[in-house]
């Protein structure tokens, strides 16, 4: 359980006193600037919107002293931290003494191009680690980018990063993915990861209540983490040891939450009163350790919690660097709104300080007057303190290995396959052959939560093996076996538990670790893709960070067909074409699964335009033979370039119906699964004398990309002929009047897009219910997507542009 960092060690064996007072002069400068940021962008700044502009002062100031200690003592080299959201004025404070941010900056708190609200590696002006903002996703980021970190130096011998750390706010722990984290095996044992927890005890709306803390130390101990907790100052500590301090100690450790707060706010006489009346036993003993501490010294000797107290927080941190082999965590006990006014006030969350109060604020933290923005003067020990912690945490990182370029990825490594097969399949057989590909192999490591064989990463496994830290023993042995789980070092899949959560998070950090880590990785999981919805924020937020990574969702739609409701994905098309960062292809063939899972690779080879890639997969056996006649009419890199752009027409109707006039033309529109049964219409429509053309929408999102920018050049009045991009040869100038059907395995509403790009009726067929289980052609049929339902749709919009309701 929670351990008390030994009080042995002698203070002066920690820090020096000089030194200590240093530090407390540079927490004031950045309680102050931090502080002073927030006002100037609420009360200085003009704000035509009238909108509260915002900016947390009281989250801010209560890890003041954890981010002094770290950044200023503690941090060197290679160390990667992630800060609470609400405290980004603090982090930025600190970057600013320590010469990483300009001046100029400190008046831009949440302005356009200046400070963001919450630190943001993309956006943010000074280095910042990780993005946080979601509570709970940026707490545990770190930890899987120490995931990256075990996993380069395991496989390429060194690396650019050191320690992994979290300074989460408390009720960032009510959040479930924290604890999915917690509980992963694949982080068990990682000695370089550390938690600070700010435990202020309170969270937006409320004081959080007292049980909690001992459950939560219970559930880190319990999953194997070293729990360790700088709960009281020295100060206090003092008292503690006093004669009847164990009766004051009993008194604090036993009383509520709430009441602890509303005690630290209270003027000394009245404070000394209810400490002594409101205890139920031991008053005489609390009245007898009382006494000696003036009214003056009482309050803050009450408050004096180790969060707040330099030789304590820093004595944990020894603690922590003596412990190796698992991940620590240390319960920092702070005050919200630390030395301000609104210390330990249950609605201060959002409280800002008033105009006095700042003033009060100045003269107190010795601001000097007339220059609210002073950083210390070089030759002072503040400044020398400050370039010398600038200085450690440049200090020569080793350097990153080059990143593959774009250009080094194959376009295609022509994989053989059966004429009947899936895209899952086809995954499934392409992998292992990347394995040995040069320069690329050896980058690519695939996560999976749990569903490794079920998503066909068997034979990729097999030939790869899975990583371990440690070689653990293979019981089978030799036996011969489908599947051949051994876990070494050089394992190149990460098994996950059952958490889409952690998948995503895991991808998105592996997908930075060249940025954190100084590695490139590729990395590519594997999620049932009704599923992705599960691990939806991860994956937002690991977009957010700009990540470059890798999923298939597979399978998909109804398409999985016995397998029933609860396993069919809809939504997750339109998340394909409208998350910002991410690409996304739902390949029908073989060969467009090749084609785009490299378009893949390559977008995470360009670090700066990459974009991740989604890959939604079926398990629906497709005939490979409907593509051939496409391939020989466009030969092999017409086929490829046309497929990564969106689309292509793969049944032509100026080829297969060229007698038919151009007024019976309609364009019937599949994405993915849905190809085949759109030619089977197009045949069937040919026979009504009607003009079908079957365009296999591979990149719904690209498509639609360039609808936007076509209309766009429009409305801009580009000059020249405008770029079409996939519409140049999907929809050609003579054929745009014509009636669109789309067809897809998810909602209609993803492609319904289609229509209103030159303005024409469109029809769009889908999945809009929730599913059930039944053979495919009994789920076709009911949901509406079967061939009869794309040659009834045909027939419709034909009335449709021909002016019939
Ligand atoms: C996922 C999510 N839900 C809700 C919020 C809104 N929110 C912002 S801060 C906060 C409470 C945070 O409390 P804590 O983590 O203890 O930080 P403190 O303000 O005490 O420093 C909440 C609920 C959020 N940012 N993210
Ligand atoms: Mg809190």
Redesign the pocket.
């Known amino acids: 359980m929670a351990q008390h960092a030994p009080r042995t060690a002698d203070e002066a064996d920690i820090i020096q006193p000089e030194e200590l007072a240093t530090l407390e002069s540079i927490q004031r400068r950045a309680l102050w600037l931090s502080t002073a940021m927030i006002d100037h962008a609420n009360h200085v700044r003009p704000n035509p919107d009238k909108t509260k502009v915002g900016g947390?002062q009281?989250?801010s100031s209560?890890?003041i002293t954890i981010l002094t200690a770290l950044y200023f003592r503690y941090l060197g080299a290679g160390d990667r931290v992630s800060i609470?959201?609400?405290?980004s004025p603090a982090y930025h404070a600190v970057q600013y003494l320590l010469g990483n941010l300009d001046r100029d900056y400190l008046t831009t708190l949440r302005a356009y191009k200046g400070l963001q609200s919450y630190p943001s590696r993309t956006k943010d002006p000074d280095p910042v680690d990780f993005s946080t903002?979601?509570?709970?996703?940026g707490a545990v980021a770190p930890a899987f980018a120490a995931l990256a970190h075990r996993y380069c130096q395991a496989h390429f011998g060194s690396v650019t990063s050191n320690r992994f750390i979290a300074v989460?706010?408390?009720?960032?722990l009510d959040?479930g993915n924290v604890w999915e984290a917690v509980t992963e095996e694949a982080l068990a044992g990682l000695g370089n990861v550390l938690w600070i927890i700010?435990l202020?005890r309170?969270?937006?709306?409320r004081i959080?209540p007292g049980v909690r803390a001992a459950r939560l130390k219970a559930l880190f101990d319990a999953a194997g983490w070293h729990v360790i907790e700088a709960k009281y100052g020295r100060r206090l500590q003092a008292v503690y040891d006093a004669p009847g301090g164990a009766a004051l100690r009993r008194r604090i450790d036993e009383m509520s939450n709430a009441e602890y707060q509303s005690l630290i706010r209270l003027d000394a006489p009245t404070l000394r009163r209810r400490l002594v009346d409101g205890a139920l036993t031991e008053r005489h003993e609390l009245a007898e350790v009382l006494a000696p501490i003036s009214d003056d010294d009482l309050p803050g000797v009450i408050s004096d919690l180790g969060g707040h107290d330099f030789v304590e927080l820093l004595r944990c941190l020894r603690a922590v660097d003596a412990e190796r082999d698992r991940p620590s965590v240390l319960f920092a006990y702070t005050v919200?709104g630390w030395g301000l006014p609104i210390a330990g006030d249950p609605m201060n969350?959002s409280a800002l300080l008033t105009h006095d109060q700042m003033e009060q604020l100045r003269a107190a933290l010795v601001v000097p007057v007339g220059d609210v923005w002073a950083r210390f003067p070089d030759d002072s020990p503040e400044g020398r303190l400050c370039r010398a912690s600038a200085e450690r945490l440049r200090a020569a990182d080793a350097p990153a290995a080059p990143v593959l370029a774009p250009e080094q990825i194959p376009t295609a490594i022509g994989v053989r396959h059966p004429a009947q097969t899936s895209t899952q399949e086809a995954l499934g057989r392409i992998l292992p052959r990347l394995a040995e590909v040069e320069p690329v192999g050896p980058r690519i490591v695939t996560v999976a939560p749990d569903v490794a064989t079920s998503t066909h990463l068997g034979g990729w496994i097999n030939r790869v093996g899975i990583f371990s830290p440690a070689e653990q023993p293979d019981y089978e042995g030799d036996q011969p076996r489908i599947l051949r789980w051994r876990e070494t070092p050089a394992g190149r899949h990460v098994e996950l538990g059952i958490s889409e959560m952690n998948l995503f998070m895991a991808l998105g950090q592996l997908g930075l670790s060249h940025e954190l880590v100084g590695q490139q990785l590729i990395p590519i999981g594997t999620v049932y893709d009704p599923f992705v919805c599960r691990g939806l924020d991860s994956l937002i937020y690991s977009l957010y960070v700009e990540s470059k990574m890798i999923f298939a969702g597979t399978p998909s739609g109804v398409s999985l067909s016995p397998e029933g409701g609860a396993h069919q994905s809809s939504v997750t098309a339109s998340l394909g074409i409208e998350l910002p960062g991410l690409l996304y292809f739902e390949p029908c063939f073989a060969n467009e699964t090749e084609w785009t899972l490299l378009e893949g690779f390559r977008q995470c080879c360009d670090r700066e335009h990459g974009h991740s890639t989604y890959l939604r997969l079926s398990t629906k056996p497709i005939d490979q033979r409907l593509i051939e006649p496409t391939l020989a009419r466009l030969g092999e890199e017409e086929l490829r370039r046309q497929v990564l752009a969106g689309g292509y027409r793969i049944v032509d109707r100026r080829v297969a119906t060229p007698q038919l006039p151009l007024e019976s033309v309609v364009h019937l529109v599949a994405a993915g699964t849905m190809v085949p049964e759109a030619i089977a219409a197009a045949e069937r429509l040919a026979e009504e004398e009607i003009a079908a053309n079957v365009i296999n929408l591979t990149g719904p999102g690209r498509v639609y990309q360039a609808a936007r920018a076509l209309r766009r050049q429009a409305i801009d009045d580009v000059a020249g002929p405008a770029d079409e991009g996939p519409f140049a040869w999907l929809f050609p100038p003579d054929e745009r009047r014509a009636p669109i059907v789309t067809v897809h395995d998810a909602a209609s509403h993803a492609l319904s897009f289609l229509g209103g790009v030159f303005g024409v009726p469109v029809v769009s067929l889908g999945v809009d219910q929730f599913g059930q289980s039944g053979l495919r052609g009994d789920l076709y049929r009911v949901t509406g997507i079967d061939t009869d339902a794309i040659v009834a749709a045909a027939l419709h919009a034909v009335e449709l542009r021909e002016g019939r309701p």
Do not use: C, F, R
């Not at 609470?84 to 405290?87: D, F, I, S, V």
């Not at 903002?133 to 996703?137: A, F, H, K, N, R």
């Open positions: 947390h009281a989250s209560s890890i609470k959201p609400h405290a903002g979601s509570v709970g996703l989460l706010g408390d009720a960032e959040e700010d202020n309170q969270s937006l709306d959080i919200k969350h």
